[in-house]
């Protein structure tokens, strides 16, 4: 990446508006909060411990399925980039250091540099870069909630009794979120057009806001039809289940490693769980979230003392933050020694003489 693209990913990451430098102060603010309430039970010799217990062919097998999860994310985002001209020589290291971005910029504003780089390297729209990564992004979460209750559906006995019933108000919601998500930009409008008048009667200030956000829905719905193709949604859904599988298993061989032995709904329930903490955007790189939803999963479903749970929640929030940075640095190096895609081809009749 050159650095004027540089400059344009950190200009188009500034954030003037004052509400959002409130709410991104609060942010920081709680996250230094939770760090605080983790330091307080984590001590150096259970982290020290916890990595004696991890040989080398175990952090090898980890980042292995963690550089093969990103591969199978530029899979996906080239199914969902409906058949552009989108080379996987250029996919796959933007895809590297988008990732990256994304683990180390505050907010997830790293998200932004896919789209940057799409326009500046693959001379995509930004409509399709938007719609790619709306699409990959919903039905990323859509997998790991689905798997999330199943986890919990199975591991819990109190719910056996129930456990038809549950697994049939699971299928069911899983088929409601998916048709919402294949229909969501149809909906989105309807929804805009059954609310927005009586909205527009409210007070100028409001009414603005209201203007503002409907603008956004409508952009939102613009890219939520480009999902609306039975090959692409069922493609994009079946790479999704891929990269939940490439997730877990870098996971799992970690914590396989610190010596966790668990029935596999427990396990399922706690890496989903790490996994879905990740993809908040609520505090600066994860932090002190992603901790709290691993030590709050080992502790429940595997029964571990908090110190142990803290001090394992560290090593895999600190493994996914070194492995997206090894990775984005290999994007990087590729993605500047590369040349950018060519333009469309001018047509032939616009290049030959008129007679």
């Known amino acids: 990446m050159t650095d004027s693209e540089s400059n344009r990913v950190a200009a188009a990451s500034e954030q003037p508006s004052p509400w959002r430098r409130r709410l991104r102060l609060a942010s920081v603010a709680f996250t230094v909060m939770l760090l605080f309430a983790l330091a307080q039970e984590l001590r150096l010799d259970k982290f020290d ?49 988008h990732n990256f971005l994304v683990r180390a910029l505050p907010f997830k504003l790293g998200e932004l540099s896919y789209i940057l780089l799409l326009r500046s390297r ?16 919903l039905l990323e979460l859509l997998i790991v909630a689905l798997v999330f209750a199943w986890a919990l559906l199975s591991g819990a006995d109190q719910l056996a009794e129930q456990r038809d019933e549950l697994a049939a108000s699971i299928a069911l919601a899983f088929s409601l979120s998916a048709s919402s998500l294949y229909f969501g930009g149809s909906l989105i409008r309807r929804g805009l057009f059954l609310c927005l008048p009586p909205l527009k009667r409210l007070p100028p200030p409001t009414a603005r806001l209201v203007d503002s956000l409907a603008a956004r829905a409508t ?3 613009s ?3 480009r999902l609306r193709q039975p090959r692409i949604f069922l493609s994009a859904l079946f790479l999704s289940c891929f990269t939940y599988s490439a997730s877990f298993a870098a996971n799992f061989v970690l914590l396989r490693a610190l010596g966790l032995e668990l029935e596999p709904a427990g396990l399922i329930a706690i890496i989903s769980l790490g996994m879905f903490a990740s993809a908040l955007p609520f505090t600066p790189s994860g932090f002190g979230v992603v901790e709290v939803a691993w030590r709050t999963g080992l502790v429940q479903f ?21 492995a997206a940075g090894l990775c984005g640095l290999l994007g990087y190096v590729a993605i500047h020694f590369s040349a950018p895609a060519r333009s469309p081809a001018t047509r032939k009749s616009d290049i030959l003489p008129h007679r």
């Not at 080398?56 to 093969?68: D, K």
């Not at 001090?311 to 070194?322: I, N, S």
């Open 49 to 97: 411990d916890l990595l004696a217990r991890v040989d080398r062919g175990a952090w090898g097998l980890a980042f292995s399925a963690y550089f093969a999860l990103n591969i199978v994310r530029a899979l996906r985002f080239r199914v969902l980039l409906r058949g552009a001209s989108a080379p996987l020589r250029l996919l796959v290291p933007i895809t590297l250091y």
């Open 122 to 137: 693959l001379r995509l729209s930004v409509e399709q870069g938007l719609s790619s990564l709306a699409g990959a992004r």
């Open 219 to 221: 952009r939102l719905a």
């Open 223 to 225: 890219e939520l039809d």
């Open 302 to 322: 595997a029964g571990w003392e908090g110190a142990d749970a803290t001090a394992t929640a560290f090593l895999l929030h600190g493994f996914q933050l070194a």
